[in-house]
């Protein structure tokens, strides 16, 4: 019997299944995709062996990771609900899902855990958060949960009502951050910058600067003001970005992951 399973190969699956073998044996995993094509160049590319349906694979492992898209969910629901049983730890990584909803599909006496990871977890940069009854676990599965997850990045427990905000700091942000990096290009380009280099330019700074808030515990507005020279280029900059919004964009963009999330 496998350890850990995996229903769904897209980016996300793909990804946490390749953190996982930093941690775990090959021998430990299995995992179910919808098309024999995946199947075959997942299992080429990590020898991990995959299994004929879904509801094989849950059969074959103790912690189940499912990973398939919204539009799919109900379907794979509904084709592995009574392979299940109380031994299992069930990790869901859908959006807006809440653990008591996921209850009532698949019967009140499952374990459930909500995950909030992001693609950059693909590098093994990724940000998970972690919602669960742990008084449901034992001590050796809460370890193991955070074993998969921090094999593929960053991972923290959060409190269930905070899964959604999750979503705005954590799940959907990568995108914004790739609009800002873009935007910075732009702006190398516009005075002269070949555009290839532009984005090695921005994309360092923006990283960077995410490692200097996490490696040094500053506050990001101090590590803000270190850079902003009394009457130089940056609080010029910073002025402008004050006066056009961004602040506010961003607050804004954030309102609508979040109620996108509740309407979910």
Sequence with gaps: MAKIGFIGMGNMGTAILLGALK?????????????????????????????????ECANRCKYLILAVKPQFYEEVIKGIRYMLTPEHVIISLAP????????????????IVRVMPNTPAMIGEGMSGISCNKEELSEIEIQT????????GRAEFIDERL???????????????????????????????????????????VRGAA?????????PGALKDS???????????????????MRSAVLKASEAVYQKCTKM
């Design 96 to 111: 807006g899902r809440t653990i008591e909803q996921l209850k009532r599909n698949l019967g009140s006496d499952k374990r």
């Design 163 to 205: 899964m959604d905000a999750a979503v705005c700091a954590s799940g959907s942000s990568p995108a914004f951050v790739y609009m800002f990096i873009e935007a910075l290009a732009d702006s190398a380009v516009r005075y002269g910058m070949p555009r290839k280099q532009a984005y090695v330019f921005a994309a360092q700074a």
């Design 23 to 55: 941690e775990f044996s090959k021998e430990e995993l299995i995992f179910s995709a919808k098309t024999p094509e995946t199947k075959r160049r997942i299992y080429d590319r990590t020898g991990v062996e995959y299994t004929d349906s879904n509801a």
């Design 145 to 152: 949960l955070e074993k998969i997850f921090k094999a593929c």
């Design 227 to 245: 850079v902003c020279s009394p009457a130089g280029t940056t609080i010029a900059g910073v002025a402008a970005l004050e006066e056009y919004g």
């Design 211 to 219: 490692s200097m808030v996490l490696e040094t515990g500053e506050h």
